[in-house]
């Protein structure tokens, strides 16, 4: 069992930053593909960029170049350090922790969020 909970979420104006952090509990964090999802109002969560153990990252098109996904296996924590933020990326960010077993099943966790509003 994981537990995750997000922070570093609040308002900025276009153009500023924000780091997003992610800190798990349990055992074994190394095993888990870490990945940020954001969910717009009245629409589904879509993914944001995602890191594996051996932090292999990939990113969706709307956030590359600005937007980096790193963790810490130390510390149990992943971050999104984001940047030149759009009202476009105004949204719900949340955190998931997905295990994959040999025979093809997967297990994921969820954080509750953190509210990220880009606006002037």
């Known amino acids: 069992q994981v537990q995750l909970v997000e922070s570093g979420g609040g308002s900025v104006p276009p153009g500023g930053s924000l780091r997003l952090s992610c800190a798990g509990s349990?055992?074994?964090?190394?095993?888990?593909?870490m990945g940020w999802f954001r969910q717009f109002p009245g629409k589904e969560r879509e993914l944001v960029a995602t890191?594996?153990?051996?932090?292999?990252?990939d990113y969706s098109a709307a956030v590359r170049g600005r937007f980096t996904i790193s963790r810490d296996n130390a510390i149990n924590t992943a971050y999104l350090p984001m940047n030149s933020l759009k009202p476009e990326d105004t949204a719900l960010y949340s955190c998931?922790?997905?295990?994959?077993?040999?025979?093809?099943?997967?297990?994921?966790?969820w954080g509750r969020g953190t509210q990220v509003t880009v606006s002037s």
């Open positions: 998931k922790a997905r295990k994959r077993f040999i025979n093809g099943r997967v297990n994921d966790y």
């Open positions: 890191i594996d153990g051996g932090r292999n990252t």
């Open positions: 349990g055992k074994d964090f190394t095993v888990y593909t």
